[in-house]
């Protein structure tokens, strides 16, 4: 069973506007942590934000923050003051349990317009 | 400081031949974890190595296997290649294990079977 979906393949947005990348998870653990990664065309997966399971408030990273509703398993990301630089594939994941391994989703690929 | 390290960057095989792709951790970083990665998908969880033993392992065939060193670092071996092994190989390297922590990734080897 896919742990991990992101439905969006691709994303546009304006330069400075926000945007959300949707991602919904499925997990019967009760303490999993979930991830968000840019992966720009060099192939480099880079770490953006992390969400604990326990967490009451959202994360925040800079222009990045996370949308975290557990009552309907989603984690999704907003960034705000989109940049050109943005451009990119992004990609959802989790770990729950022992924290052995970790799921990505199928990731969503964003474009920033000028 | 330096960050997750691979090598060889690039590397180009037969059907049949063996591979062995090196990491190295940031320093300091006990758990190294490797990913398969197939061009328009997300990566695959291969396996989790914590002070040297294997803690996870990915629905991969036994042609995979994997090790990790006194100081840390790995290898990831592949034998009898396929065509279908053909993807970008990620290493990713945190502190400890478990939920939280968060994972950094190296830029990954690129190995085509031909």
């Known amino acids: 069973a896919q742990k991990i979906t992101q439905t969006q393949p691709g994303m546009f947005v304006q330069e400075k506007e926000a945007v959300t990348l949707d991602c919904t998870y499925d997990?019967?653990?009760?303490?999993?942590?979930l991830f968000w990664y840019k992966q720009p065309s060099s192939g480099e997966m880079i770490f953006l934000i992390y969400?604990?399971?326990?967490?009451?408030q959202n994360a925040t990273e800079g222009r990045y923050s996370l949308n975290f509703q557990k009552a309907r398993k989603s984690a999704n990301l907003v960034i705000s003051a989109s940049q050109l630089g943005d451009s990119a594939m992004y990609f959802c994941?989790?770990?729950?349990?022992?924290?052995?391994?970790?799921?990505f989703g199928a990731g969503t690929r964003l474009t920033v317009k000028p | 400081d330096a960050g997750v390290t691979q090598s060889p960057t690039h590397l180009i095989k037969t059907r049949g031949q063996q591979v062995t792709l090196r990491c190295s951790p940031i320093?300091?970083?006990?758990?190294v974890s490797w990913y398969q990665q197939v061009l328009g998908q997300g990566p695959q969880f291969i396996f989790q190595?914590?002070?040297?033993?294997?803690?996870g392992r990915g629905n991969f065939p036994d042609r995979f296997s994997a090790r990790q060193f006194p100081n840390y670092s790995s290898e990831l071996n592949v034998n009898a290649l396929l065509l279908g092994d053909s993807a970008l190989y990620l290493c990713a390297s945190r502190e400890q294990r478990g939920v939280s922590y968060e994972q950094y990734f190296g830029p990954g080897t690129r190995l085509t079977v031909t």
């Open positions: 994941a989790m770990r729950e349990g022992l924290g052995n391994d970790m799921r």
């Open positions: 320093s300091g970083h006990k758990s």
């Open positions: 997990t019967s653990d009760q303490s999993y942590g």
């Open positions: 969400q604990g399971s326990y967490d009451e």
């Open positions: 190595y914590y002070e040297k033993e294997e803690r």
